[in-house]
């Protein structure tokens, strides 16, 4: 599986932006899709999934009622859709995939992804 994110960029804070991930090589409608993020001198941090069905989706609590995560089978792209951005968001964020159609449970969503793609960089000002 290959995976291809884009939509970084700079943006002021309270500001939004709207991420890309897109998928090649293997039936994008069976893949648990999710977001990680990994900001300078941290760990990388789980930020969002959605299952293959996209009726399950699960957030970091740090961007709960901010960010949402979506998925167009149609397009094989998921989205991460983030507003009310802050300076604490900045971040090169990661797209990630695990195989299906299986249902998951959230942490093996958070922690046990299979494919992961080049990130894209997002940098909030304050």
Not at 30 to 43: H, S
Not at 72 to 98: G, R
């Amino acid at each position: 599986v290959q995976l291809q994110a884009s939509g970084g960029g700079l943006v002021q804070a309270g500001g939004s932006l709207k991420l890309s991930c897109t998928a090649s090589g293997r039936t994008f409608s069976t893949l648990n899709m999710g977001w990680f993020r990994q900001a300078p001198g941290k760990e990388r941090d789980f930020v969002a999934a959605i299952s293959w069905s996209g009726t399950s989706t699960y957030y970091a609590d740090s961007v709960k009622g901010r960010f949402t995560i979506s998925r167009d089978n149609a397009k094989n792209t998921e989205y991460l859709q983030m507003n009310s951005l802050k300076p604490e968001d900045t971040a090169v964020y990661y797209c990630a995939a695990k195989s299906g159609p299986y249902y998951y449970s959230d942490y093996e969503l958070r922690t046990a992804m299979e494919y992961w793609g080049k990130g894209t960089l997002v940098t909030v000002s304050s």
